[in-house]
């Protein structure tokens, strides 16, 4: 497992918030007045701001934004909220950080363009890491995707 310094840790803890973000529309549509992901997310972006770590909020933030997903009755919704659980959890461990691209893919997935629609959130997610941290993410495609993502993702 590679080593990141909190230099880039703080980066994909930005990213991770950002795609967690770009999919938090997707739950919040389905439970408007669950706000367990977003505050996840927020609790991301706080840690990156101030560099305060206390394990317990982290930890208290990701677990509620993982029982919001379990609550959630579509799989777009569930995918968005765990997406938020795994951003904030960049917070303790940076391959954390991977988690919400991984999610924000299967949403795309399960749309009704799937491939044209993975295609373009790959791109979103490559052009928004940090070129320094790209290989990282391509590293962990190559070992955690799924077959039929990892398939799609290298047409694209």
Known sequence: MKKFNKQDQRLLAIWAADCA?????????AH???????????????????GVFKMADIRKASLAAHAAARKAKDNAACFAARAAGQAVATAHVPQHAFGPAY???KIAANS????????????????????????????WQSRRLPKHLRLIVKKS
Do not use: M, S
């Open 103 to 105: 999610y924000a893919l």
């Open 32 to 50: 408007p007045n669950d706000d367990r992901p977003r505050k996840a997310i927020e609790a991301c972006r706080t840690w990156v701001r101030t």
């Open 112 to 139: 009704d363009n799937a491939e044209v629609e993975i295609a373009k959130e790959l791109n979103w997610q490559t052009r928004h890491l940090p070129k320094h941290l790209r290989q990282g993410w391509q590293d």
């Open 21 to 29: 973000e770009r999919v938090l529309p997707f739950f919040e549509k």
